[in-house]
Protein backbone atom coordinates (compact mmCIF):
# COMPACT_ATOMS: atom_id res chain seq x y z
CA UNK A 1 0.00 0.00 0.00
CA UNK A 2 2.57 2.25 1.06
CA UNK A 3 4.67 1.38 -2.37
CA UNK A 4 1.68 2.18 -4.67
CA UNK A 5 0.98 5.90 -2.78
CA UNK A 6 -2.66 5.87 -3.45
CA UNK A 7 -6.43 7.25 -3.03
CA UNK A 8 -8.06 4.37 -5.09
CA UNK A 9 -10.02 3.22 -2.02
CA UNK A 10 -9.75 -0.33 -3.13
CA UNK A 11 -8.23 -1.97 0.06
CA UNK A 12 -10.41 -2.92 2.61
CA UNK A 13 -9.30 -4.59 6.03
CA UNK A 14 -10.69 -7.76 5.25
CA UNK A 15 -8.46 -7.72 2.49
CA UNK A 16 -5.49 -7.53 4.84
CA UNK A 17 -6.62 -9.67 6.98
CA UNK A 18 -6.63 -12.10 4.01
CA UNK A 19 -3.35 -11.21 2.62
CA UNK A 20 -1.45 -11.98 6.38
CA UNK A 21 -3.65 -15.42 7.00
CA UNK A 22 -1.93 -16.35 3.05
CA UNK A 23 1.31 -15.14 4.49
CA UNK A 24 1.38 -16.07 8.25
CA UNK A 25 -0.84 -18.49 8.60
CA UNK A 26 -4.81 -18.19 10.36
CA UNK A 27 -2.91 -18.64 14.22
CA UNK A 28 -0.71 -15.87 13.65
CA UNK A 29 -3.19 -13.33 11.57
CA UNK A 30 -4.90 -10.31 12.95
CA UNK A 31 -8.79 -10.48 13.62
CA UNK A 32 -10.51 -7.61 11.91
CA UNK A 33 -11.10 -5.73 14.71
CA UNK A 34 -7.28 -5.73 15.92
CA UNK A 35 -6.46 -5.06 12.22
CA UNK A 36 -8.20 -1.86 12.03
CA UNK A 37 -6.77 -0.86 15.96
CA UNK A 38 -2.61 -1.38 14.78
CA UNK A 39 -3.35 0.51 11.44
CA UNK A 40 -4.80 3.30 13.48
CA UNK A 41 -1.70 2.95 16.16
CA UNK A 42 1.07 2.77 13.31
CA UNK A 43 -0.75 5.19 10.49
CA UNK A 44 -2.70 7.71 12.74
CA UNK A 45 -3.71 10.45 11.65
CA UNK A 46 -2.04 9.17 7.81
CA UNK A 47 -4.75 7.24 6.98
CA UNK A 48 -8.63 7.31 6.98
CA UNK A 49 -10.92 4.21 7.36
CA UNK A 50 -14.46 4.54 5.36
CA UNK A 51 -17.43 2.43 4.10
CA UNK A 52 -18.35 3.01 0.62
CA UNK A 53 -21.52 1.45 -0.42
CA UNK A 54 -21.74 -1.44 2.03
CA UNK A 55 -18.18 -2.13 1.86
CA UNK A 56 -16.39 -2.30 5.70
CA UNK A 57 -13.49 -0.34 6.77
CA UNK A 58 -11.72 0.36 3.57
CA UNK A 59 -8.04 1.71 3.86
CA UNK A 60 -6.71 5.23 2.44
CA UNK A 61 -3.91 6.87 2.76
CA UNK A 62 -3.87 11.01 3.24
CA UNK A 63 -1.32 12.75 2.91
CA UNK A 64 -1.21 15.95 4.61
CA UNK A 65 -0.40 19.34 2.88
CA UNK A 66 2.94 19.62 5.80
CA UNK A 67 4.18 16.38 4.44
CA UNK A 68 3.90 17.33 1.07
CA UNK A 69 5.62 20.82 0.87
CA UNK A 70 7.86 19.31 3.27
CA UNK A 71 8.71 16.65 0.71
CA UNK A 72 9.26 19.41 -1.59
CA UNK A 73 11.38 21.38 -0.37
CA UNK A 74 13.46 18.43 1.39
CA UNK A 75 14.25 17.56 -2.25
CA UNK A 76 14.54 20.79 -3.83
CA UNK A 77 14.30 21.88 -7.24
CA UNK A 78 18.57 22.70 -7.33
CA UNK A 79 20.72 20.74 -10.18
CA UNK A 80 16.96 20.72 -12.67
CA UNK A 81 16.03 21.98 -15.98
CA UNK A 82 13.54 24.71 -16.10
CA UNK A 83 10.85 22.30 -17.36
CA UNK A 84 12.02 19.88 -14.57
CA UNK A 85 11.15 22.42 -11.94
CA UNK A 86 7.91 23.31 -13.48
CA UNK A 87 6.45 19.66 -13.70
CA UNK A 88 7.86 19.20 -9.94
CA UNK A 89 5.71 22.42 -8.87
CA UNK A 90 2.86 20.79 -10.99
CA UNK A 91 2.91 17.86 -9.17
CA UNK A 92 2.96 18.98 -5.79
CA UNK A 93 0.28 21.28 -6.05
CA UNK A 94 -1.61 17.97 -7.69
CA UNK A 95 -0.56 16.01 -4.51
CA UNK A 96 -2.42 19.54 -2.26
CA UNK A 97 -5.22 18.98 -4.25
CA UNK A 98 -5.45 15.29 -4.52
CA UNK A 99 -5.19 15.32 -0.24
CA UNK A 100 -7.69 17.79 -0.04
CA UNK A 101 -10.53 15.46 -2.20
CA UNK A 102 -9.07 12.44 0.16
CA UNK A 103 -9.94 14.55 3.02
CA UNK A 104 -13.67 15.15 2.28
CA UNK A 105 -16.25 13.48 4.58
CA UNK A 106 -18.67 11.28 2.64
CA UNK A 107 -22.04 10.49 2.54
CA UNK A 108 -23.69 7.87 0.04
CA UNK A 109 -26.39 6.65 2.93
CA UNK A 110 -29.01 9.46 0.68
CA UNK A 111 -29.05 11.55 -2.74
CA UNK A 112 -28.56 15.12 -2.60
CA UNK A 113 -31.90 16.97 -2.79
CA UNK A 114 -33.31 18.75 -5.99
CA UNK A 115 -32.24 21.72 -3.97
CA UNK A 116 -29.05 21.13 -3.46
CA UNK A 117 -28.32 20.07 -7.24
CA UNK A 118 -30.10 23.17 -8.55
CA UNK A 119 -27.97 25.63 -6.01
CA UNK A 120 -25.20 27.07 -7.58
CA UNK A 121 -23.36 28.18 -4.71
CA UNK A 122 -24.06 24.11 -3.06
CA UNK A 123 -22.37 22.58 -5.98
CA UNK A 124 -19.50 25.15 -5.45
CA UNK A 125 -19.25 24.77 -1.44
CA UNK A 126 -18.92 20.61 -2.45
CA UNK A 127 -15.42 21.20 -4.25
CA UNK A 128 -12.22 21.90 -1.91
CA UNK A 129 -11.22 25.71 -2.07
CA UNK A 130 -7.62 24.24 -3.46
CA UNK A 131 -9.86 22.63 -6.68
CA UNK A 132 -11.66 26.12 -6.88
CA UNK A 133 -8.91 28.28 -6.91
CA UNK A 134 -7.22 26.26 -9.56
CA UNK A 135 -9.98 26.28 -11.94
CA UNK A 136 -10.81 29.92 -11.10
CA UNK A 137 -7.07 30.72 -12.12
CA UNK A 138 -7.38 28.61 -15.29
CA UNK A 139 -10.50 29.80 -16.33
CA UNK A 140 -10.74 32.93 -18.02
CA UNK A 141 -14.27 34.41 -19.16
CA UNK A 142 -16.49 35.93 -17.25
CA UNK A 143 -18.27 34.46 -14.09
CA UNK A 144 -16.93 30.53 -15.34
CA UNK A 145 -18.73 29.31 -11.92
CA UNK A 146 -21.07 26.72 -13.27
CA UNK A 147 -18.00 25.23 -15.60
CA UNK A 148 -16.02 25.35 -12.29
CA UNK A 149 -18.68 23.46 -10.44
CA UNK A 150 -19.11 20.97 -12.99
CA UNK A 151 -15.40 20.32 -13.92
CA UNK A 152 -14.77 20.60 -10.27
CA UNK A 153 -17.40 17.56 -9.47
CA UNK A 154 -15.81 15.43 -12.51
CA UNK A 155 -12.47 15.26 -10.96
CA UNK A 156 -13.63 14.70 -7.66
CA UNK A 157 -15.42 12.07 -8.93
CA UNK A 158 -12.53 10.44 -10.99
CA UNK A 159 -9.63 10.85 -7.66
CA UNK A 160 -12.45 8.76 -5.72
CA UNK A 161 -15.07 6.94 -7.92
CA UNK A 162 -16.04 4.54 -5.17
CA UNK A 163 -16.93 6.60 -2.29
CA UNK A 164 -18.15 9.56 -3.86
CA UNK A 165 -21.32 10.63 -5.29
CA UNK A 166 -21.35 14.17 -6.89
CA UNK A 167 -24.36 15.71 -7.38
CA UNK A 168 -24.09 16.94 -10.93
CA UNK A 169 -22.99 14.21 -12.24
CA UNK A 170 -25.84 12.45 -11.05
CA UNK A 171 -28.22 15.38 -11.87
CA UNK A 172 -26.81 15.41 -15.64
CA UNK A 173 -27.80 11.54 -16.04
CA UNK A 174 -31.17 11.79 -14.57
CA UNK A 175 -31.65 14.88 -17.23
CA UNK A 176 -30.25 12.93 -19.91
CA UNK A 177 -32.24 9.55 -19.13
CA UNK A 178 -35.33 11.28 -18.73
CA UNK A 179 -35.33 13.77 -21.58
CA UNK A 180 -34.07 10.43 -24.21
CA UNK A 181 -34.29 7.35 -22.18
CA UNK A 182 -31.05 6.18 -23.71
CA UNK A 183 -28.58 3.89 -21.76
CA UNK A 184 -25.85 4.07 -24.60
CA UNK A 185 -26.17 7.63 -24.24
CA UNK A 186 -25.96 7.59 -20.25
CA UNK A 187 -23.10 4.85 -20.32
CA UNK A 188 -21.03 7.25 -23.16
CA UNK A 189 -21.22 10.29 -20.79
CA UNK A 190 -20.08 7.99 -17.85
CA UNK A 191 -17.08 7.11 -19.44
CA UNK A 192 -16.11 10.45 -20.51
CA UNK A 193 -16.47 10.81 -16.77
CA UNK A 194 -19.10 13.39 -17.04
CA UNK A 195 -22.47 11.37 -15.55
CA UNK A 196 -23.36 9.19 -12.92
CA UNK A 197 -23.81 5.75 -14.19
CA UNK A 198 -26.37 3.83 -15.84
CA UNK A 199 -26.87 1.53 -12.70
CA UNK A 200 -26.79 4.23 -10.40
CA UNK A 201 -29.45 6.42 -11.96
CA UNK A 202 -31.72 3.19 -12.10
CA UNK A 203 -31.39 2.96 -8.30
CA UNK A 204 -31.85 6.43 -7.72
CA UNK A 205 -34.95 6.64 -9.93
CA UNK A 206 -36.22 3.51 -7.85
CA UNK A 207 -35.50 5.25 -4.97
CA UNK A 208 -37.31 8.30 -6.11
CA UNK A 209 -40.58 6.33 -7.31
CA UNK A 210 -40.86 4.69 -3.55
CA UNK A 211 -40.47 8.06 -1.65
CA UNK A 212 -42.82 9.42 -4.29
CA UNK A 213 -45.41 6.61 -3.63
CA UNK A 214 -44.63 6.89 0.28
CA UNK A 215 -45.43 10.73 0.34
CA UNK A 216 -48.45 10.50 -1.98
CA UNK A 217 -50.20 6.92 -1.68
CA UNK A 218 -51.45 5.79 1.89
CA UNK A 219 -52.85 2.51 2.09
CA UNK A 220 -53.86 0.84 4.69
CA UNK A 221 -53.15 -2.96 5.79
CA UNK A 222 -56.32 -4.63 4.75
CA UNK A 223 -56.56 -2.83 1.13
CA UNK A 224 -54.62 -4.16 -1.95
CA UNK A 225 -54.24 -1.80 -5.10
CA UNK A 226 -53.27 -2.65 -8.53
CA UNK A 227 -52.09 -0.48 -11.48
CA UNK A 228 -53.00 -1.39 -14.94
CA UNK A 229 -52.31 0.65 -18.25
CA UNK A 230 -51.47 0.29 -21.72
CA UNK A 231 -50.07 2.88 -24.72
CA UNK A 232 -52.47 5.55 -26.74
CA UNK A 233 -50.83 6.44 -30.44
CA UNK A 234 -51.72 10.01 -31.53
CA UNK A 235 -50.75 12.07 -34.76
CA UNK A 236 -51.17 8.38 -36.67
CA UNK A 237 -51.34 9.15 -40.38
CA UNK A 238 -53.69 7.42 -42.92
CA UNK A 239 -53.42 7.34 -46.33
CA UNK A 240 -56.57 9.56 -47.33
CA UNK A 241 -55.78 11.46 -44.22
CA UNK A 242 -59.25 10.72 -42.58
CA UNK A 243 -59.52 9.48 -39.05
CA UNK A 244 -55.93 10.19 -38.30
CA UNK A 245 -56.13 9.36 -34.24
CA UNK A 246 -55.93 5.84 -33.37
CA UNK A 247 -55.98 5.52 -30.54
CA UNK A 248 -54.78 1.85 -28.78
CA UNK A 249 -56.86 0.20 -25.78
CA UNK A 250 -56.34 1.94 -22.87
CA UNK A 251 -56.76 1.49 -19.76
CA UNK A 252 -56.17 2.88 -15.89
CA UNK A 253 -57.76 1.19 -13.19
CA UNK A 254 -57.29 1.14 -9.23
CA UNK A 255 -58.70 -1.78 -7.87
CA UNK A 256 -58.84 -1.90 -4.20
CA UNK A 257 -59.97 -5.35 -1.98
CA UNK A 258 -61.39 -5.28 1.61
CA UNK A 259 -59.90 -8.32 3.05
Known amino acids: ?3 KDSVSEQVTVSDLVSKMQELCGNEIAYTSVWMKFKLNEHYGEQIVL ?3 QGKSNVVTFRKTASSILHSFY ?10 EEKMKIIKTAAELIRSDISAMETNKETYP ?5 SSLQDNLDFIPNSLQLL ?3 IAHEYKPNLKVASIGQATIQMTRPRSILCPLQLALGIQMHRQFGSRFLIETLFSLGLSSSYSEIQKYEACAAVEKSEENVRIGEDVCMQFVADNVDHNSDTIDGQQ ?11 LSFMQ
Not at 74 to 83: F, R
Not at 245 to 250: G, K, N, V
Open 1 to 3: MEE
Open 50 to 52: TEP
Open 74 to 83: TKGINNQTEE
Open 113 to 117: TAQQI
Open 135 to 137: LNT
Open 244 to 254: NFTEMPHAIYF
